[in-house]
């Protein structure tokens, strides 16, 4: 399996034929979707650039630009977060597979350790921001009996209002 980046050169490209097309149909806007293959936030330099390329496209073309993600968010730190707003993130999915232990058996980290307390800690960080999102689950044999206990968790502990 290749777990390798995307080329900036190619990026650039897809930017490009993206913004060409928007044009070619006259359309006002276009957006970006940072998914796919692993975490985006991963390779946060690559990603912002992207975002900054796409902006001054769209400034330089009267264009607007919207952008969105899935993502983990364990990567989400206060200081992203914020930026995400600033830039114009719009469409945030956080994937959390359901109770702690199911999720940290499911979205190990690298170093084995679970992932649940990273993810509630971005979670916290995109609240924080103002930023909306929604969650997205994997249901497997592992968790699919105890979703009523996540959509409970998810209600106290994520969505209270």
Not at 104 to 110: E, G, L, V
Not at 125 to 131: D, E, P, T, V
Request: proline share 2%; charged share 25%.
């Amino acid at each position: 399996m290749d777990f390798s980046t995307i080329p900036w050169e190619i990026a650039k490209d897809a930017i490009d034929s993206l913004v060409a097309e928007t044009l070619e149909y006259c359309d006002d806007r276009f957006s970006i979707t940072f998914h796919g293959g692993g975490e985006a936030f991963v390779e946060f330099k690559l990603l912002r650039r992207c975002v900054e390329y796409a902006r001054q496209q769209a400034q330089s073309h009267n264009l607007h630009v919207r952008f969105s993600t899935v993502t983990n968010a364990t990567l989400i730190t206060q200081e992203i977060a914020v930026w995400m707003k600033d830039v114009g993130f719009t469409n945030i999915t956080v994937t959390l597979d359901c109770a702690q232990d199911v999720n940290d058996c499911q979205r190990p980290k690298a170093s084995g350790n679970g992932s649940f307390g990273d993810v509630m800690e971005g979670i916290q960080n995109i609240s924080r921001a103002g930023l909306k999102f929604s969650l997205r689950s994997t249901v497997t044999n592992l968790g699919v009996s105890r979703m009523a206990e996540f959509v409970e968790f998810v209600a106290r502990e994520i969505f209270p209002k």
